[in-house]
């Protein structure tokens, strides 16, 4: 993020997501979500280990990552229900294997109805909430599933997911209402209009640009409307997306090009 106070000018690489809406100065490398380390390999490695622990039933496995409440999203109950009961009836009709996690944002009435659903349905080859289970599966249902599945109020997961070679494809969740969203909304309209530069976006309407770069880009995709008989393409792979990688990079050569000896 920008640092709130000092901003980006005392620093000489300054590394910002470009949702955070930082100076186009020439120590300022923007990124496009969360910068994170994936290593196809050791993805590989994971997808072995979790599929030993909860084993496949098809060829065709799908991940399902889940956020949590948040300053501007909710994922309620009713939500679970109608989304991932929706997704897990897909899931039945395509012969599609379910692997799905929560976060430690996601309430105990979220996750309750996950486990209510999983016990109604076969596809769940796993569910692991996070208040039950410390472990992280993320790396395995990266490196063992054909889709991705994920909330849009987790930046990280849908960064990771994109790096990892996906077009992710986004579960829209429910916004926070009240007269904090309404002023966010003013001032985008605002911003669309032109009376406001981009940097007055804030909450919602500054994740939902985010989100629509990654579309454009495409390392995301809508998961609704769904395509013919229900099913959903193969996933995408974008291997050329790597922030972290990319960042580094930048830092070697602006380095080198001040004198370093970076290599």
């Not at 309750?112 to 999983?118: F, M």
């Not at 629509?212 to 998961?223: C, I, N, S």
């Amino acid at each position: 993020m920008t640092p709130s106070v000092l901003g980006t000018r005392p620093f000489d690489f300054a590394i910002v997501p470009a949702h955070d809406c930082p100076g186009a100065d020439p120590n300022v490398f923007r990124t496009l979500g969360a910068p994170n380390a994936i290593d196809k390999a050791a993805l590989e490695r994971e997808a072995e280990a979790l599929f030993e622990r909860f084993p496949p039933s098809s060829a065709q496995r799908w991940g399902v990552l889940i956020g949590g409440d948040d300053a501007n999203y909710r994922i309620p109950s009713d939500w679970i229900r109608r989304t991932i009961g929706d997704l897990a009836g897909k899931a039945l009709k395509c012969q599609a294997d379910l692997y799905v996690t929560s976060s430690r944002r996601t309430s105990a009435d979220a996750e309750k109805t996950l486990a209510e659903i999983s016990r109604e349905t076969s596809v769940f080859r796993m569910l692991l909430l996070a208040s039950k289970d410390s472990s992280n599966p993320v790396p395995g249902i990266l490196g063992g599933c054909g889709e991705i599945f994920c909330t849009e109020d987790s930046v990280s997961m849908v960064s990771e997911a994109a790096t990892a070679g996906f077009a992710v494809r986004l579960l829209r969740v429910e916004r926070r209402g009240g007269c904090i969203r309404s002023i966010q909304e003013s001032a985008s309209r605002l911003v669309r209009f032109g009376f406001l530069p981009k940097s007055f976006l804030w909450g919602v309407p500054r994740f939902d640009a985010m989100l629509e770069e990654f579309k454009t880009r495409g390392l995301a995709t809508e998961t609704s409307p769904w395509g013919e008989n229900g099913r959903v393409s193969e996933g995408e792979l974008r291997p050329e997306f790597n922030e972290a990688r990319d960042a580094a990079g930048w830092i070697v050569r602006e380095w080198n090009n001040k004198g370093g000896l970076l290599s």
